[in-house]
Structures are given as C-alpha cells and as structure tokens.
C-alpha cells in the first residue's frame, strides 16, 4: 500500500514522534473512522425507523439487550479464541464489514419483507449481527492500544473520535433532512443504503493496519477448559487495579444503558420531534466531540486522568436528568451539544484507564472481561429501562438513569485512583 502523504498538514493527524509504520497505522485508523462515521451516522435512525413501524418499548430495547446477551455468554470465549491469534487485525476488519453493511441489508428488507413481519425480520438481522458485533467490541480496544502505544493513546483516540464525530454529525443533519423527502419507508430504505457505502471504506482502511504478531506465552495455551479457567482466575487476583476499574464502571455504564433506548422513544412519543430535528440533536452531540476531544486531552496532561474522569463523569449524569424535564427540542439539541463535549471525556478516559490496568501479554482475554461487563449492563438495563418506562413513564425512567450514573460517580470519586501503566506495557 502506498504512503499516504497529508504534507504541513501531517501533524494533525500523526505525533511527530513516531515512526513510519506506526504513522501509516495512525493514518488508516483515522480514514477507517471516515467509513465507520458514514454508516454508523444510520445508527440513531434505527430505533427510531422501528418506533415508526410501531415497535413497542420492549422490541426497541432489543436492539441494545441482543448485542449485550451475546457478549454476555460468548465475549470470553471469543477473547480466548483472539488471545490465541498472533495478529487479530484480520478478524477486526472483517468484523466491522459485517456490521456495518447489515445497514444495506436492513434496506433490502424493507423492500422484500411484509410489514406484518418487518419489524421481527429486522430484529432477526440484527441478532446475526450480534456476533461480529461481540468480535469488534472485544478486538477494538486492542488494535487501538497496539497502533497507539502507551503514550499515545489520548492522541490517537482524540483525533479518530474527532473525525468519526464530525463524520457522523454532519452524515446524521444531511440523513435526517434526506428523510423528510421521500415518503415512509421508501426515505429510510434509501438512507440505510446509502449510508452503508461507509463499511467499504472502514474495511478497507482497517484491513491495511500493520501490527507486529503477538507473543503468546506457553501457559496460556493450553487445551483443558478448567485449567484455562484456573489459570485466568489466579492472574485476576493481582490484577486489583482492573478488577475495581470494570466495577465501578459497570455501575457507571448500567445507567448510561438504561437510558439508551429512552431516548428515542421519548423524542417520538413524548416530545413529539420530526425525523429532521432527531437528526439535528443527535448532530448536535456528536458536533462538539471535536472540541471536547481536543480540550480533554489537554487537560488530562494538564490537570490528570483523575479530573477528566471526575468532571466527566458527574456532568454526564445530569444529562438524562435534565432531558428529562425538557419537552423543547431547541433546548434538548443545546443540551445535547453541552453533554457531548462532557461524553468526549468519558470516551478518552475510560479507554486509556482501561487499557492502563490490562497487562499486554493477556489483553485480548482482558478486555473480553471488561466487554462482558459492558454487556451485561447493556443486557440488563433495556429490560428494566422497558419497565420502568411502562410503570413510571419515560421521562421518570430517563430520570432514574441519571440517579445510577451519579452512584457510578460517587463510586469513581471515593475509590478509584487512576492506574499507573501496567508494567507489561511501559
């Protein structure tokens, strides 16, 4: 593959202090984040399309509890199965491909599929696609941390966040007007479609990323089940800085997921907001990430990990709280800009606080531990968001989610210490 040359302009998306196959990965991370911006901009529309259709709570929360209920049982063993591959780029781009082009065959189902099975049909689809889904989210955290190195995550993960937000919020404006011209279903058939042009790109780009095999250490290859298990275990006991960061976290991301497929709902049912002003709020969020990237990675220099992790944490909290008590979508888009500056805190920090207390030799296993942490707020939470929805109404249930972020936070500011690099990474 060619070099691809960005000349004075380099510096923006490469440290000066790398060397050229680390530059070139620097760079094809952050094209890949171009195509997953385009078809991951589709991403917002789907529950809503769903809503549409006259999906209830419960089949919207699908979306969110599926990909949670299979990394929930499969997450470990697709990180043993990664573990025990020298290089896992190949499984990662071919992954995402799969992921992202289901929005093409989200499209083609609309055309082919009766509406009196539509809306099973597409939950069907994107069941299947809860298994590559499992293998991205387990191999994503480790591609990342390889390409950037220990010094460079805050850098390389500022500058792809920021240009998949930008990609993703100007996609998600422009969708979002496209469907107020053509008539239902007919105007999001031809949104999925388009969209899904951006699983190529990612595909491409992210199968190009070069890494250096993995040294798979010989006790971790072994073939008895329970020895694997007894092995994992032991390390677990001294890993203590991981094991209390996925804690806390898990409580942290329960009530992020609870509120994920409110919001939908609550824009349709409850505010009454056009396909065109969804799109705009959610632009609005993803818009100032580029700011908020920039500024976090600053102050995480300046001020340290702690503060981002504090300040972010806590303000995050209040957003589905305010929202909540909102019915106005001129305030709901400036909110939703407000908090997006604050989520791009949470996405740096909890990468690069993860990735610190992962120990290199194990980081496929690991993060598959973390992931099914993830997975298991994520699987739980729709559930309760449903029924909480039903029993109190939405907005009280937006409310709630507010009110377990803020323990999340509480549980970061009295015990979390950040993590020093993990020594098998320094």
């Known amino acids: 593959m060619k070099t691809i040359r960005f000349g004075k302009f380099r510096r923006l998306f490469v440290p000066a202090d790398v060397n050229p196959i680390q530059g070139r990965n620097f760079i094809n991370v952050q094209i890949d984040a171009i195509g997953v911006g385009l078809a991951s901009a589709a991403a917002p529309f789907l529950p809503v399309f769903l809503t549409r259709l006259g999906a209830t709570s419960q089949q919207v929360g699908y979306l969110t509890s599926m990909p949670a209920l299979t990394g929930l049982l499969l997450g470990i063993f697709i990180g043993r199965f990664l573990q025990n591959r020298p290089n896992i780029v190949p499984y990662f781009s ?21 509406n009196a099975i539509l809306i099973k049909a597409i939950l069907v689809l994107w069941a299947v696609v809860t298994l590559p889904q499992t293998v991205v989210a387990v191999s994503f955290n480790v591609v990342m941390s390889s390409v950037a190195g220990a010094e460079h995550r805050y850098d390389l993960m500022s500058r792809r966040w920021s240009i998949l937000g930008i990609t993703t919020a100007l996609t998600t404006a422009l969708a979002g007007q496209l469907l107020e011209h053509f008539p239902f279903p007919l105007n999001y058939q031809i949104m999925f479609f388009l969209l899904s042009v951006g699983s190529l790109i990612s595909f491409y780009y992210s199968s190009h990323i070069i890494l250096p095999d993995r040294h798979i250490p010989a006790e971790y290859q072994v073939n008895n089940f329970k020895q694997r298990l007894l092995l994992l275990y032991a390390r677990l006991k001294i890993e203590i800085p991981f094991v209390r960061f996925v804690s806390i976290r898990f409580v942290y991301l329960l009530g992020v997921t609870l509120a994920t497929p409110l919001f939908p709902l609550y824009f349709v049912r409850v505010v009454g907001a056009s396909d065109a002003w969804i799109g705009l709020i959610n632009t609005a969020q993803t818009s100032i990430l580029l700011i908020g990237y920039f500024y976090w990675t600053h102050a995480s220099r300046q001020r340290g990990s702690r503060f981002v992790l504090l300040i972010s944490t ?35 920090v909890f990468f690069d606080e993860l990735m610190k207390t992962i120990p290199e030799d194990m980081s496929p296993i690991f993060v598959a531990i973390a992931q099914t942490l993830t997975q298991l707020s994520s699987f739980l939470a729709p559930m309760l968001s449903a029924w909480l929805g039903d029993l109190l109404g939405i907005p009280s249930a937006l409310f709630i989610s507010g009110l377990v972020r803020l323990i999340g936070f509480g549980l970061f500011w009295k015990f979390a210490n950040t993590a020093q690099p993990n020594q098998a990474q320094v």
């Open 94 to 114: 071919a992954a995402r491909l799969m992921v992202l082009s289901s929005y093409a065959l989200t499209a083609l189902l609309i055309g082919l599929v009766p």
């Open 314 to 348: 806590f303000s995050m909290s209040l957003y589905p709280m305010l929202i909540s008590r909102i019915q106005n979508v001129q305030s709901i888009a400036a909110i939703a800009g407000i908090a997006g500056f604050f989520q791009a805190g949470i996405d740096l």
